[in-house]
């Protein structure tokens, strides 16, 4: 059974430092200023809101924003930031929650679409995607692009930060024939070590097009990254928007 609390309530306290050391604060910023230009005035509706990495500087910049999380961890985590309590925050599983109101944008950022654990869940989220949008508005997905020759024998490993204050590794286990990939992350600092374990549903990009168009929408804009750098053959994630011209599927 999928539980959307579990992430979250296994990272929560460490999140915001784990992530902080892996995305520059240049990425956060390049997101927020494509974000504020994408939703064209908002309103903003994010899945999987975390602790307001996105949503609080939006906030910032005078949008208004909403947001669908599994864990209660990680909403107090928001509360407790500065501006967090002017964010309204709706408890459970985005592929399939509803927000009262229409949005300008809905964002699912940091691979995030790749937490839902099958294909039917990921196309019933773009679907609840789509049917949270006023007409014309936009759904903007970013996730890794999926590359299994990076592993030897189904597993690989990584090492993802390596400072005097800490040192993160990723360990990973393949399953081509289910497209899954199931993660632990080692986070080893002063405090001692702690596995940050993770599983996803990976899917290429053209699959994700696929599930825009069931949803009603069609892809505006692909990326590389948050900056509009154009996507190529080498490209290693990707920013893409879909845009519904009705508001619903």
């Known amino acids: 059974m999928f539980d959307p609390s579990a992430y979250g309530r296994a990272i929560a306290d460490v999140y915001d430092d784990v992530y902080g050391t892996t995305i520059p604060e240049t990425s956060t910023d ?11 005035g908002g309103p903003v509706l994010e899945f999987g809101i975390g602790t307001g ?14 947001g669908v999380e599994g864990s209660a961890e990680m909403t107090r985590r ?12 709706t408890p459970g599983d985005f592929a399939t929650t509803r927000v009262e109101g229409e949005f300008g944008l809905v964002v699912l950022a940091i691979n995030t679409i790749f937490a839902l654990p099958s294909q039917d869940a990921q196309v019933a989220c773009f679907r609840n995607a789509a049917a949270h949008l006023r007409p014309g508005g936009r759904f903007v997905v970013e996730a890794w692009v999926p590359d299994p020759g990076a592993f030897r ?9 390596l400072s005097e204050e800490r040192v993160l590794v990723e360990a990973a286990r393949l399953s081509a024939a289910e497209q899954m990939m199931y993660t632990t ?5 002063s405090d001692g070590l702690r596995l940050l374990p993770a599983n996803h549903r990976y899917a290429w ?41 009705s508001g619903r599927p």
């Open 30 to 40: 390049a997101a927020v200023d494509r974000l504020e230009e994408l939703a064209e």
């Open 53 to 66: 990495r996105l949503a609080l500087p939006l906030v910032a910049r005078g949008l208004v924003v909403a």
């Open 78 to 89: 928001l509360r407790a930031k500065p501006g967090g309590d002017r964010v309204p925050v």
């Open 153 to 161: 024998d189904g597993t690989a490993l990584r090492l993802l930060t």
């Open 185 to 189: 992350k080692v986070n080893l600092t």
């Open 205 to 245: 990009p053209a699959e994700l097009d696929l599930m825009g168009r069931l949803a009603g929408m069609e892809r505006e804009h692909r990326w590389a990254d948050w900056n509009g750098s154009p996507y190529t053959d080498d490209s290693r994630s990707h920013v893409s928007v879909y845009r519904s011209p």
